[in-house]
Antibody
């Protein structure tokens, strides 16, 4: 069974750094892209970026380029989303998600459970 | 890369059919048969209902169906049930390994 398990909820102060994770199991992690999606409170889904675990090829939405860093450690089947300096406006639920087909960055069919990030002074 | 356009809300009575539209451009919806639809209940992660325009994952009711014409994809739910009340989002491949989501549609079952 394909599973994406994300790290737990975080409460941070503005200016702090943060790295959240998404661990895949039940499939060949290296052959898939993993995307990150933001959902601000009461709002819709926004695509942030995506990484291919085979060679770490990474793409970002223009809205998130320079604001976050997507990375991965294929030795432990884990993708990451990180911030160097959080803002209150980063408060949101963050999901990782995986396409149906290996090697293809098509819209996702499998989702993690989400990581709630709260940024407040 | 603009968001796909969905109606903010739709409603229907139990047993009826409803259709949610998702309008993009020739750079996303119109260029690829790679549109997915997601159902999201409050406090839950999105769940795929349709992928690659018309394909239904195992376990998803056949009351859910998808289609596409030009730059517009559609999700139809037939035999509406109370548990279908949720937010629905479309997502299209937009080239160069990128995705674009719709703004979401709130479905109310009257």
């Amino acid at each position: 069974e394909v599973q994406l398990v994300q790290s737990g909820a975080e409460v941070k102060k503005p200016g702090e750094s943060l790295k959240i994770s998404c661990k895949g199991s039940g499939y060949s992690f290296n052959n898939y892209w993993i995307g990150w999606v933001r959902q601000m409170p009461g709002k819709g889904l926004e695509w942030m970026g995506i990484i291919y675990l085979g060679d770490s090829d990474t793409r970002y939405s223009p809205s998130f380029q320079g604001q976050v860093t997507i990375s991965a450690d294929k030795s432990i089947n884990t993708a990451y989303l990180q911030w160097s300096s959080l803002k209150a406006s980063d408060t949101a639920m963050y999901y990782c998600a995986r396409p149906a087909r290996s090697g293809s960055a098509t819209p996702p069919t499998n989702w993690g459970q989400g990581t709630l990030v709260t940024v407040s002074s | 890369q603009s968001a796909l356009t969905q109606p903010a809300s739709v409603s229907g009575s139990p047993g009826q059919s409803i259709t949610i539209s998702c309008t993009g451009t020739s750079s996303d919806v119109g260029s690829y048969n790679l549109v997915s639809w997601y159902q999201q209940h409050p406090g839950k992660a999105p769940k795929v209902m349709i992928y690659e325009v018309t394909k239904r994952p195992s376990g998803v009711s056949n009351r859910f169906s998808g289609s596409k014409s030009g730059n517009t994809a559609s999700l139809t739910i037939s035999g509406l049930q109370a548990e279908d009340e949720a937010d629905y989002y479309c997502c299209s491949y937009a080239g160069s390994s990128t995705w674009v989501f719709g703004g979401g549609t709130k479905l109310t079952v009257l």
